[in-house]
């Protein structure tokens, strides 16, 4: 893979619903509300990977795929 490839972000499995996109990218799922096109924010966090969003018909709820690391316990 080049540099350039390395660097340049991703978009992975879109769940898109109504003014709401979210997607998997770096195994971390994010929202990006269309109608503002602001930054995309992040709906989850480092400790295993994300996968396969699926928005329900409102778009108020979201399903996924999870593979997360045991915390030792």
Known sequence: M???AAARP?????????DRLVFASA?????LD???VAVPR???DAT???SRPVLSPDGTLLAFCAARKNRGG
């Open 42 to 44: 992040r709906l989850t």
């Open 10 to 18: 991703y978009c992975a499995q879109p769940a898109l619903r109504g």
């Open 48 to 50: 295993g990977t994300a």
């Open 34 to 36: 269309l109608v503002s």
């Open 2 to 4: 080049t540099e350039s």
């Open 27 to 31: 195994g971390e799922l994010w929202l």
